[in-house]
């Protein structure tokens, strides 16, 4: 029954259907599926194959936002029952794209992913400099900045926000991703980890912070 759920998870997000995703959604928490499971089982699984098929040039930007929108519809509804059940928070995390890029669909799955494994995550958004990431991690009291990198220019973006943090010895851990990145860009320039994709993000930063 659970796999039936979870189909029609995926496929409302890949068919850009709010309505249908929350409704999806309400019906796998009705019975008895934990929010966790129907998020990473149905709704992440759709979204990372819109993400596929954008990359591959099927889709377009338009229907990605779309998808995007049906997904942040599912999570409101999971994130409720989350809150409802009075779910363990792991840790509070500001995300952004760097400044000068301006990708944001591996951000939303990164989102989706952690929102469902109990973290507190803002989006800043995209084009995000160095010194607001730091300025609205103190603002939201966060243990973690992630920033994403989609092009091989902006990746220095990275490095500058590690070098505020070092100079002004602030206590955040920093996770960086994006297809340009590698563990030893990670290495380089001082991050606390690098996040090959969304699951793998959750598993580092889960470490990080000794969950």
Known sequence: MAEGIYQEAAESIINADRAAAEEVAHRALDSGIAPGDIMQNGFVKGIQEIGDLFESGEVFLPELMMSAD????????TNAALEGEA????????????QGDV??????????YLKANGYVVTD????VSAETFIEKAGENGADIIGMSALLT????EQKKVIKLIRERD??????VG????????????????????ASDGVKKIDALLGK
């Not at 779910?87 to 760097?98: L, S």
């Not at 990708?103 to 989706?112: C, F, L, P, S």
């Not at 800043?124 to 084009?127: P, T, V």
């Not at 994006?178 to 994709?197: F, H, K, N, S, V």
């Open 87 to 98: 779910a363990e928070v792991k840790g509070t995390m500001v995300i952004g794209t760097v």
């Open 178 to 197: 994006g297809a340009p990145c590698t563990q030893r860009w990670a290495d380089q320039i001082g991050a606390d980890a690098y996040a090959e994709d």
């Open 170 to 175: 602030l206590p955040y851990k920093t996770v």
């Open 124 to 127: 800043l958004g995209r084009d």
């Open 153 to 156: 220019t902006t990746m220095e």
């Open 103 to 112: 990708h944001d669909i591996g951000k939303a799955i990164v989102i989706a």
């Open 70 to 77: 049906a997904m942040s519809g599912a999570t409101e509804v």
